[in-house]
């Protein structure tokens, strides 16, 4: 198998699988959620026992973790914001951030809170305006 192939094999249109099932998120909005895991991403399908992936720009299926009392255990939609894993853009460059982040959002993608802290990768906001509206920098 050549090295093209066999790297192919572990990330899905040359993605790098930062996210998966089970992974913490800091919550980069004012929803009232913290921290939340992800339980599922939305769109994928993979072969028996391949665990799904996400990275920046996808949204993914989460649970709430810490946060306020009437938001724990509530299942939700979060968008990946931010990820610790390396990733490549297509200039060529490489980016990686201090931490795993998402917002909160409607089913349709709009947010839940009204303001993102912290930067959010470009890849995230020309995906979903929503959030680039509310994203005081955009990296």
Do not use: H, Y
């Not at 800091?26 to 599922?40: C, Q």
């Not at 998402?102 to 890849?123: L, M, Q």
């Amino acid at each position: 198998m050549s090295s093209a192939k066999s790297t192919a094999r572990f990330s899905r249109l040359g993605r790098s699988p930062g996210i998966i099932n089970g992974t913490r998120l800091s919550v980069a909005d004012n929803s009232g959620a913290r921290e939340v895991a992800v339980v599922g991403v939305v769109g994928v399908k993979t072969r028996l026992r391949r665990v799904p992936f996400a990275t920046v720009g996808d949204m993914v299926i989460v649970s709430v973790k810490k946060g306020k009392t009437e938001l724990v255990g509530q299942v939700a939609r979060a968008i990946v914001v931010r990820q610790r894993k390396p990733f490549r853009r297509p200039d060529g460059t490489w980016i990686a951030f201090e931490d795993n982040a998402c917002v909160i959002v409607t089913p349709e993608g709009n947010p839940k809170g009204s303001e993102i802290r912290g930067p959010v990768a470009r890849e995230a906001a020309e995906r979903w305006p929503g959030i680039a509206n509310l994203a005081t920098l955009v990296v």
